[in-house]
């Protein structure tokens, strides 16, 4: 890893010693970092001049709570000072580097994607949290030059932008609406900077856009260790405008330079009132050493921040020991720097003598590194079996409790306020762990996304934004999930597109990653839901921080150079999100990871399986020998080959032991996104007007492109009954049944997006997909239709969850499907125009024969093979012992097979004969 001050491509040592520094920091206070100690600085008050910051705190990583940034990985504390950080992991990722979208969307398929691009970033800034200014105010930074530009990299080009004089600035934002206005985005701050080829300046929001010429002169131009400073007064006394006056000086005393740049009757509302802080683009490297403000008649905000930023468990790492205590993995990430996290368990959500009597669970030391920021895994044991009753947690940081969410408090400024649902007003809650016992409750989740927008049920538009954050809010519309406790869920599923990692940036440092993270999953309500509810995690291609992440093409863009991507930054996204969705301690970036999973309830008797429908594919390409003369047919290698594989041999394999061996009544699978061909691809993107255009990269998205891998799976899914497949990324909420299999496969999400996938012709109650398989759909809730017959939606805006039931009780257990508008209560008619409840005998094909009834140890798992062992159904038996599974699908009558039971340490087999179904 290179340092992040260097100049070049040093050792990393350098690197990590900032990181041990980072640890070393915790314990310093965060309230505000270090503003100087002046009694009218306190919030809600006026005050004269203030050290807004003197940055005397130890080296980190972090740049302390009084900022914000959607950059933070464009600085560090160091020496004392805000250092700009040049060098980053994953700084030189490119907008899309994915060949696929390059062919159909960015050039039409023209031509072979130029590899060569320039990955100079654009300007960064960091807001101060507790200032947002109005009216007349003065703002002095002082900054100090560090070193040259440094020299270009092997390899790099010298037309790139970031090796022009001109390029590189350091100075002042002042007029953001957002405290996100940063690297191209919102643009509506004002940049008073010095520029490294001696210039400096005011610049208007916008650049040329905005229709303001900068106001620019000639400045000394500085060198490696020269002083200067930034000053900015805006004065007068017109309401609506106002000057605007920038100051560089350079030096002190008597040999100091100063160069003065002014503009008369700025609008105030466009130019000078909102966020100010720190802002930067380049290689220029310089630090900022205090940063000073005269407020005039602004008064400084209240600013409430968690320590936490989220602790959430896995439910897919449950185990039971050896020694019969049950423990699970806890995924937790901190705002800030730290040494050690630690949960305690309890049976209730006060317990007596309060938290801090509880004893600590488990533990794990808070870690930065190249794919790291402020995490710890944390392997815990449960004080009970979470079969037998409903558990309680609360998170401490260095032996201090940081559970609660203060930003939910009624006079606090930050994202979410008025924005949230059942999430209680003060944030004053604990972490809590459902009792796992039917019936099982499950809330389907995806396609999650930073929004710019909130729908506003009075119908006044989009909010004020006067907390900082109106563009970008922890939920798309007020009042988001306002019931979701009267679901009595247990378990959220967070299913593709869970973050979007590079929706609004790609982010160039592994800070501004887990920014992107953090917040999009733990805004108020986000993690609110993480931390109420056993979750799976189990992120989609955006979440890689690249579209269409699939296929060969996403394991040689890792490890290669040469092929138009930043390898480290997709090794990065790659180690991030198997650390957070699975809890590994240091995943490889560059091997193909293995993620599939499968999470069998405490009763055993209902069972969760995760597969990963995307990596593990063979090429979306079409073309093969096409440089051998087979170039003529770009679709030789169609997506209906029977070579073509979706799962990989390995994880089909795995999903092929699960199902013919698992004895859970009831198993829900998730992660296979679409086998049945229902949508639409892209169209515009492939220049077609044929809407499953093979080389159309959307509906190459859908896992039931690769028709042969699709077929293989739904044969294994309807060879036994009560199985229901469910997936996100469409961005429609639907249920449909495969007739032939009696299999249930459902779709849910947005919960944040919109860009619901487009729906095949002859789309209707009964209907056929794109490769022939005949369908009952049930539900359609879409940004378009509210139900299978295409009837125009209404109501509101189309965000839905599905929720989920399983009840593996009696003879024969219940499947309740039904797609949910955030909004709504469980009272509520379902959306989409249909819901399902049904049983497990209705599910998969039918059966051909039956077995005898079966009679052996009570409360056992069940394996049945053939004569010479392989598998072909698991099962439980009852408290009398007796055997639940009626008959077997593609068994003839006649068959002998082995019956199996095993429970603790005992086991009993026996050998019947098959018969035929009544």
């Known amino acids: 890893m290179p340092d992040p001050h260097s100049q070049g491509d040093v050792d990393r040592r350098r690197f990590l010693k900032l990181s041990a520094a980072t640890a070393a920091a915790a314990g310093v206070a965060a309230s505000l970092d270090h503003a100087a100690p002046i009694a009218s600085a306190a919030p809600g008050a006026p005050n004269a001049a203030v050290v807004v910051d003197d940055f005397d705190r130890p080296d980190t990583l972090y740049h302390g709570d009084g900022w914000e940034s959607l950059n933070p990985g464009y600085w560090s504390i160091v020496g004392k000072a805000m250092r700009r950080r040049l ?159 920038a100051t560089l000086t350079v030096g002190e005393g008597a040999t100091a330079k100063t160069v003065r740049v002014e503009l008369k009757n700025v609008k105030r509302a466009q130019a000078t009132d909102g966020w100010f802080g720190l802002t930067a683009q380049g290689l220029l490297d310089f630090e900022c050493n205090t940063l000073t403000l005269d407020p005039g008649a602004n008064m400084r905000l209240n600013v409430a921040l968690n320590e936490c930023h989220n602790c959430y468990a896995l439910g897919h790492t449950l185990r039971q020991n050896r020694d019969g205590r049950w423990t699970v993995q806890f995924v937790s990430m901190f705002r800030n720097d730290g040494r050690r996290a630690e ?72 994202p979410g306020t008025g924005n949230v649902g059942d999430v209680p007003a003060d944030g004053a809650y604990v972490g809590r762990l459902p009792q796992l016992r039917a019936p099982y409750k499950l809330c389907g989740l995806s396609c999650h996304a930073i929004n710019a ?49 590079e929706l609004v940036i790609y982010p160039p440092s592994t800070d501004d990653a887990y920014k992107i993270v953090n917040t999009s999953i733990s805004g108020p309500t986000s993690r609110w839901q993480c931390m109420r509810h056993w979750n799976i995690v189990n992120p989609g291609d955006h979440d890689h921080g690249m579209d269409d992440v699939k296929g060969p093409e996403q394991l040689v863009i890792r490890n290669r150079g040469d092929l138009g991507q930043d390898p480290a930054y997709m090794v990065r996204n790659f180690q991030i999100v198997s650390h957070l969705s699975r809890g590994r301690v240091n995943p490889s970036g560059k091997d193909n990871p293995k993620r599939w999973c499968a999470w069998k309830m405490p009763d055993r008797d209902f069972t969760l399986a995760v597969c990963d429908s995307r990596l593990w594919r063979t090429s979306q390409d079409t073309a093969i020998w096409d440089d051998e003369g087979w170039g003529f047919d770009k679709t030789i290698y169609s997506r209906k080959d029977p070579t073509r594989a979706l799962l990989g041999e390995e994880q089909h394999a795995w999903l092929t032991q699960l199902i013919r061996t698992d004895s859970s009544p009831l198993i829900c699978l998730t992660g296979v996104n679409g086998m049945h061909t229902i949508w639409t691809g892209g169209g515009k993107y492939s220049n077609t007007t044929d809407q499953f255009a093979e080389r159309d990269r959307v509906a190459a998205d859908y896992a039931g492109w690769v028709s042969a891998g699709a077929d293989r799976i739904i ?83 189309y965000w ?18 039904r797609v949910r508008n955030m909004v709504d209560p469980p009272t509520l008619e379902p959306r989409g125009g249909g819901k399902v409840d049904d049983t497990a005998a209705n599910t998969g094909r039918p059966i051909t024969c039956r077995l005898p009834k079966v009679t052996t140890l009570k409360g056992a798992d069940v394996l049945i093979t053939t004569m010479d062992g ?49």
Request: overall charge negative; hydrophobic content about 35%; charged content about 25%.
């Open 800 to 817: 839905n969850f599905l929720e989920m039931a399983f009840d593996p009780r009696g003879d024969d257990p219940k499947i309740g499907l």
């Open 453 to 501: 927008n909130v729908a506003d049920p009075s119908g006044q538009g989009r909010p004020s934004g006067n907390d900082g954050s109106f563009y970008v809010r922890d939920q798309p519309t007020y009042e988001a999930y306002k019931h979701l406790d009267a679901y009595d869920f247990q378990v959220m599923l967070w299913e593709d597109d869970v973050w979007y990692m």
């Open 343 to 414: 949960v305690r368990i309890a049976d209730a959500p006060t317990p007596n003598g309060g938290w801090a009597s509880v004893p600590v669970a488990g533990a794990g030391d808070i870690i930065n590194n190249e794919f790291r920021r402020n995490t710890a895994l944390i392997d815990a044991v449960l004080p009970a079996s979470p079969a037998e009753k409903t558990l309680y947690y609360t998170v401490w940081k260095d032996g201090v409790d940081v559970t609660a969410d203060p930003r939910l408090g009624t006079d606090a400024v930050g």
């Open 87 to 245: 060098v980053n992991i994953g700084d030189r990722a490119r907008n899309t580097g994915f060949p696929y979208h390059y062919e159909t969307h960015q050039k039409g398929g023209h031509g072979e994607m130029p590899r060569d691009y320039d990955p100079s970033l654009p300007h960064g800034s960091i807001y101060r949290r507790d200032w947002r200014l109005t009216g007349n105010y003065s703002i002095t930074a002082a900054f100090t030059v560090r070193s040259d530009v440094p020299a270009r990299r092997e390899g790099d080009d010298p037309k790139w932008a970031m090796y022009q004089p001109g390029y590189g600035e350091m100075g002042l934002a002042i007029g953001a609406r957002s405290q996100f206005d940063s690297y191209g985005k919102i643009n509506q701050a004002w940049r008073v900077v010095y520029s490294d080829d001696g210039r400096f300046g005011v610049y208007p929001a916008g650049g040329k856009k905005s229709g303001l010429k900068p106001e620019v002169a000639d400045a000394p131009k500085l060198a490696p260790g020269d002083k200067a400073t930034i000053t900015i007064d805006v004065t007068g006394g017109n309401a609506q405008n106002a000057d605007l006056a």
């Open 715 to 797: 044969e294994l899914l309807g060879s036994r009954d009560g199985v229901v497949s469910v997936y996100g990324d469409v961005h429609n909420g639907s249920i449909m049944r495969n007739t032939k299999h009696r299999l249930y496969e459902c779709s849910f999400g947005p919960i944040g997006r919109s860009g619901g996938r487009g729906v095949i012709d002859g789309f209707g109650p009964r209907m056929k997909d794109v490769d022939g398989r005949e369908l009952d759909m049930i539900a359609l809730y879409h940004a378009q239709y509210g139900s299978p017959t295409l009837e125009k939606r209404t109501g509101p805006f």
């Open 870 to 918: 392989a598998p072909i159904r698991g099962g439980r038996t009852d408290a009398a012992g007796v055997l639940g599974v009626a008959g077997l699908v593609d068994v003839e009558p006649g068959t002998r097979v082995i019956v199996t039971a095993f429970v603790g340490e005992a086991a009993h087999a026996e050998v019947v004969t098959t018969t035929k179904p009544a």
